[in-house]
């Protein structure tokens, strides 16, 4: 199992905690889709997995060497080429230096961007810095890839054609994802496992498989999408008064 | 019935594709490629070739013939007495003078020399301090003070410190030119430092970056807009104290610099000598600035997606 949460806490200061009792294990390979209102700590949860923060209660199971981490914005850095920006992290992870280009010009056709590797994040498309953030990530060769609402700026067309290209990468290189989402159908495109988190505190509520059968049958994707929704809202309803 | 649908029963491949769009299984690599590449395309903006501007250089020189026409018109109505406000042609026919007996070239070499040198040394010295002021919190909060303060007071201040302590010696001119440029270069970089969005700390952090490491390689780089125009700053502190301090400063070994100069017209009580050294020192700036200063500031801010948009 590389992630196993048990009983994880968090709270800022004396406030209110953001995560209360998080009860999760995720296995090797899987992808998990991390699904909840806006609000209730899934960025928060997923930055203790990355160890970007700490849990004030709890225990948590991670991979020794770390995770990596894809954000919601591409956060590409605009003084470096899209291969170079691949590159800072295959040189951060000690990758030597004449290795570097041809891993990252790989890494770059992965994502079928095989052309763009000399032009600068603001001459990409909002989709294709998003694909040149999904390289880097990959380039830091992590078992666990954690994503934070990475496609959640994009446009639809840009986001559906991702979805196809997140899944085929998934397949090729074998990573563990976790997928933060608000979006259900996004959360049942992607993921083999849907877990609800609830708002305030968070907590793992519910979970869901996403079989074979989803997969091919978009009525049945659409009834699960259905029924995932309403245990969605019916959490938001709680916190209405 | 309408056509489409009998068309589309008859093939499945295209069936088979509107599948794939609604459910999960996914759309073939090839056609995944294909599909990316045209939203690449549509999405990407055509490349737009720069041409020469002629207004970036004719408007500039159109509003220096304006203002000189304006002072040659001032001079021509004789409201002041012709050897208090010389003309143009009277200050060009010096500068020709001077350009003859060689000490024009003398006063702009060594006073461009000592700027050059004094900057390049201020650099050298407030990288690290300023790298180090803004990563470490509590040498920030006790210096931080400190450094802007010395950034208000004029380096001029220093040069009766620096004469008594130097004499009349270049390490006088360069002393007070460190004391200008250093703290200007220092508050440059840790503002430009201040102006990095949080978020490529956190990258850098994900990405398993060392202190060093965050510090060299996102840090430095990020804060390179800010930095620059510290510099700017800094050759600009470099450039003012050095003419303050050779204005004062002067016998003993110091050379003849355009503050000399400036100083010796003052004691000919000769205006065109006055105005001659002052265009000169003017005219470095400007030199300086437009050769040096502003192609890479607009390489920096082209390369960075920041230009569009700006009246530069």
Known sequence: MPVVLENLGKRFGDGAPVLDGVN?????????????????????????????????????????????????????????????NVELALKLRGVGKAERRTQAEALLDLVHLGGAGEKRPHELSGGMRQRVALARSLAQDRQLLLMDEPFAALDAITRDLLHDELERI???????????????????????????????????????????DHRTDAGLAGHLTGIITARLREEIRRHAK | MPNSQTRLADAPAAAQKVHAALTRSSTSPADLRELEAGLDSLQSDAVRRARIDWSRILLPVAALAVLILAWQVYVWLGIKRRDLVPGPLDVIGQLGTLAGEGRLQEAVW????????????????????????????????????????????????????????????????????????????INGLISGIDQIPPQYRRVGAVLGASRLQLALQIVLPAALPGYLSGLKQGWAFSWRSLMAAEIITVGGSMGFGLGSM????????????????????????????????????????RRRGLLAGSTR
């Open chain 1, 24 to 84: 999760a294990s995720i296995g090797r390979g899987e992808f998990v889709a991390l699904l909840g209102a806006s609000g209730c700590g899934k960025s928060t949860l997923l930055n203790i997995i990355a160890g970007l923060e700490a849990p004030t209660s709890g225990a948590l199971e991670v991979p020794s060497d770390g995770a990596a981490f894809m954000f919601q914005d591409a956060a590409l850095f605009p003084w470096l080429t899209a291969r170079e």
């Open chain 1, 170 to 212: 998934w397949k090729e290189t074998g990573r563990t994802i976790v997928f933060v989402t608000h979006n259900v159908r996004e959360a049942v495109r992607l993921g083999q496992r849907v877990l609800l988190l609830s708002s305030r505190p968070g907590r793992v509520v519910e979970e869901w498989h996403v079989t074979e």
């Open chain 2, 110 to 185: 060594t006073s461009l020399q000592r700027g050059v040198a004094g900057f390049l040394i201020s650099v050298v010295i407030a990288t690290p301090v300023g790298l180090l002021l803004a990563q470490v919190a509590p040498l920030r909060r006790a210096f931080g003070p400190l450094i802007s303060g010395l950034q208000v007071l004029p380096s001029v201040a220093w040069v009766p410190a620096a004469i008594i302590w130097f004499g009349l010696s270049d390490a006088t001119v360069y002393f007070v030119v460190l004391m200008g440029a250093i703290p200007s270069i």
């Open chain 2, 262 to 301: 400036l100083n010796q017209g003052r004691d000919l009580a000769d205006m065109t000598i006055v105005l001659a050294a002052i265009l000169l020192i003017l005219g470095v700036g400007i030199l300086v600035e437009l050769l040096v200063f502003a192609p890479v500031e607009k390489r920096l801010l």
